[in-house]
């Protein structure tokens, strides 16, 4: 079997976490959320989760080189041989260039499109299981008893970085860092844009669908 190695790319906000998720389910191949690594630095207290925090709180990119260290490690992993999903990374020219430079080739590239005003109401009410890391919203997508995971029972809380201003700059740092990766895979001819805005279950559909499976 060909290794399927796919990229989910989007602003903050628009799915990518809980998409991968089924996706891992579906595909059988490990979701790799750089986001996710590097909270789990952080509450290991790490050197590299340490040095990582005050960007992650300011809503600011992590440096390359942090990152990559990150996920060179992760990728290696044996459950990684037949492919995974990146969530998160790459977030800049400089990191797809990494990947490209050790040949790494990403087969698909789904990119997730939401509107900013939707992205802030998402963000704003989001709640991460501190656990497994499943997403819920206050409104939209509750949790069945407040505060407790639906998956796992753990502890739900709101990420220091889904609050107000914090969104603001995350968004800025999109636009300005992560969106040119769109042409960027796209003139390789690897990306299909599938809209994000609508029902989680319309939303897993199109993504299949991108995949060609
Ligand atoms: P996320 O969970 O993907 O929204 O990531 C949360 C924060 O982790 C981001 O705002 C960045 O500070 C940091 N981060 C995650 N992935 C990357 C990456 N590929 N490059 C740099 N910083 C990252």
Redesign the pocket.
Known sequence: MKAKRLILLGP?GAG??TQSQRLVDELGIPQV????L??AGRKAGTDLGNQ?KA??DA????P?SL?LALVEERLGEKDAREGYIL??????EA?AKALADRSIEIERVVNLAVPDEELVRRLSGRRVCRDCGASFHVDFHPTKVEGTCDRCGGETYQRK?DTAEVIQS?LG?YGEQTQPLIAYYGERGVLRTVDGTGEMEAVYRAILEALEL
Do not use: C, E, I, W
């Not at 809503?59 to 992590?62: A, D, M, R």
């Not at 969530?87 to 800049?92: E, H, T, V």
């Open positions: 903050p990518k976490g959320s750089t986001g996710d590097l909270r990582a960007y992650m809503g600011k990119l992590v390359d990152v969530d998160g990374f790459p977030r800049n990191q970085d995350r740092v």
